[in-house]
């Protein structure tokens, strides 16, 4: 059996200052772990994912997250968020052919 | 077009209505899946297929009837919905081989309201 879990349901963030998006994770198996952004409005985008090579994952629009395999957790961060980060957040575990979806962080962004 | 499309973007249907929701996607994979979208809840996988069969059927109500005619395109055909069917519903499209599936890729969804 495989869960995810996003530790919060809304974070909001000003303008320039650093993104935290925490995500734990369960599997028996060795997961691969993936971040999407859905936009309002529009389908989910895949912003970054590890499948068991470098720890530290680099994603687009400078995002990176951690596998931190003791902690069980795949947090996304960012250094300094812009308007345009504002969107909701999927973390996402995968075995196999099996995908689970968290229930999403929304990221608000303001000035 | 690139990517992964759905059309139409909006439908708003009654209960008796019968309608299909399309998907096309345009990335040479060769599996495809519907998702239900619904507020405040986890994406719910609803279909999958891979090789244009169906592999997996998540105890989806015969309402829903999905159709892959071939790798490209992916259908969802509508009848006597409920009003709690009203959902954003997402296509994506993988590659998959030898039972291991890559990352998916995402259409922009039709948002469905059912009257």
């Known amino acids: 059996a495989q869960s995810v879990t996003q530790l919060d349901s809304h974070v909001s963030v000003s303008e320039g200052t650093p993104v935290l998006l925490r995500c734990n994770y369960s599997?028996?198996?060795?997961?691969?772990l993936f971040w999407y952004v859905q936009h309002p409005n529009k389908g989910l985008q895949l912003l970054l994912k590890?499948?068991?090579?470098?720890?530290l994952v680099k994603g687009i629009n400078g995002f990176e997250a951690e596998f931190k395999k003791s902690e069980t957790s795949f947090h996304l961060t960012k250094p300094s968020a812009h308007m345009s980060d504002a969107a909701e957040y999927f973390c996402?575990?995968?075995?196999?052919?099996?995908?689970?979806f968290g229930t999403g962080t929304r990221l608000q962004v303001t000035l | 077009e690139t990517g992964v499309t759905q059309t139409p973007r909006h439908l708003v249907m009654g209960m008796t209505n019968k309608k299909s929701l399309k998907c096309e996607q345009h990335?040479?994979?060769?599996?495809m899946y519907w998702y239900k979208q619904s507020a405040k809840k986890p994406l719910e996988l609803m279909f999958v297929?891979?090789?244009?069969?169906?592999?997996e059927n998540n105890s989806v109500p015969s309402r829903f009837s999905p159709e892959c005619p071939n790798s490209s395109h992916l259908f969802l055909h509508l009848h006597t919905l409920q009003p709690e069917d009203s959902a954003l519903y997402l296509c994506?499209?993988?590659?998959?081989?030898?039972?291991?599936?890559?990352?998916?890729?995402f259409g922009p969804g039709t948002r469905l309201t059912v009257t």
């Open positions: 994506a499209s993988s590659q998959t081989q030898a039972s291991h599936s890559y990352e998916q890729y």
């Open positions: 599997s028996s198996y060795s997961p691969s």
């Open positions: 590890y499948t068991s090579a470098a720890t």
């Open positions: 996402v575990v995968k075995t196999a052919s099996k995908l689970t």
């Open positions: 990335l040479g994979h060769n599996a």
């Open positions: 297929y891979s090789l244009e069969e169906r592999v």
